[in-house]
Nanobody, 114 residues
Framework: VQLQASGGGLVQPGGSLRLSCAAS????????MAWYRQAPGKQRELVAV???????GYADSVKGRFTISRDSAKNTVYLQMNSLKPEDTAVYYC?????????WGQGTLVTVSS
């Protein structure tokens, strides 16, 4: 199974982007679907997570600005990012945690700059 992330790009501060991450085929026994990010010189950090039971979790730095959602039928997870700030600049990675394996996407670059 491969995860294909898309939707990154260059956006001005205050702008919006929507990231998508689709699995190449069905993934069973999903525990969580999440987005992580890694800025230059920093460790990878959890941005948002949606559990199989519908629990939503967000990093404090993105609460109220980012929204994670999923389409289980399409094995796709989304990240709507609004009111983007320069400090949101990073490579964003999608993650699907199944009971038997942890899948990672290849990353999509988000650059917030004027």
């Amino acid at each position: 199974v491969q995860l294909q992330a898309s939707g990154g790009g260059l956006v001005q501060p205050g702008g919006s982007l929507r990231l998508s991450c689709a699995a190449s085929r069905s993934i069973f026994n999903i525990v969580n679907m999440a987005w992580y990010r890694q800025a230059p010189g920093k460790q990878r950090e959890l941005v948002a997570v949606v559990s199989s039971g519908g629990y939503l979790g967000y990093a404090d730095s993105v609460k109220g600005r980012f929204t994670i959602s999923r389409d289980s039928a399409k094995n796709t997870v989304y990240l709507q990012m609004n009111s983007l700030k320069p400090e949101d600049t990073a490579v964003y990675y999608c993650n699907v945690e199944a009971s038997y394996y942890n899948y990672w996407g290849q990353g999509t670059l988000v650059t917030v700059s004027s």
